[in-house]
Every structure is written in C-alpha cells, then in structure tokens.
C-alpha cells in the first residue's frame, strides 16, 4: 500500500506562484510514474503533469510553459510548480503514483484558487 501526502495549496491572485508537493510512502517498488492531475467545478478531472522515474515529463496543453513538474526519487516526493496562475486554474489538484498512468494511487487533493 502506498500513501500519498500532498501539500501547498491555497489562494493567490492572478499572476501569482504556488509549489504543490506530495511525498509517498509505503511500498514504493516498480511504481515509475508520478503526477499531478486537477478536477475543476462540473468538469472531468485532467492530467496536469506527469513525470517518469526516469524524469520524461509530459504537460496539459493549459499548463505548458508556465508549470513545471519534477521528483525527488530519493525522497519519493514529486513537485508542482505553478507559475503565472489564471483563474481557470482554479481546481483541486490530486496527486497520482503508480506503475503507470492506470494503475496507482491517488492523494486526498489539495484546493488551489487563483482569483482575478
């Protein structure tokens, strides 16, 4: 079993910075991806970002240029940094571990809202 505990949500204005993390523990073995997804009001929840064991990244169309994901393996702690936040970003923000994109597991979710 693996737990995921996430941190650094919150509000900030427009324009504003936000640094998401979320440190794994358990059994951590053969898990290689780690990544952020968000679930706004009414709407499906989207990948974010995701991150490789062996750090290949991947980002939403949305994001691209302005976050940034990375990991720390040697703390199994993945990082979400969040530059020039709209307030479409405006979501809860799980964090995601797993084997790979369809089989992990989940955080609890962090709220981060961004106002204009």
């Known amino acids: 079993q693996v737990q995921l505990v996430e941190s650094g949500g919150g509000l900030v204005q427009a324009g504003g910075s936000l640094r998401l993390s979320c440190a794994a523990s358990g059994s951590m073995f053969r898990l290689n991806v780690m990544g952020w997804y968000r679930q706004a009001p009414g709407k499906q929840r989207e990948q974010v970002a995701g991150?490789?064991?062996?750090?290949?990244?991947n980002y939403g169309d949305s994001v691209k240029g302005r976050f940034t994901i990375s990991r720390d393996n040697a703390k199994n702690t993945v990082y979400l940094q969040m530059n020039s936040l709209k307030p479409e970003d405006t979501a809860v923000y799980y964090c995601?571990?797993?084997?790979?994109?369809?089989?992990?597991?989940w955080g609890q979710g962090t709220q981060v809202t961004v106002s204009s």
């Open positions: 995601y571990v797993g084997f790979n994109w369809s089989s992990g597991y």
């Open positions: 991150i490789t064991r062996g750090g290949s990244t």
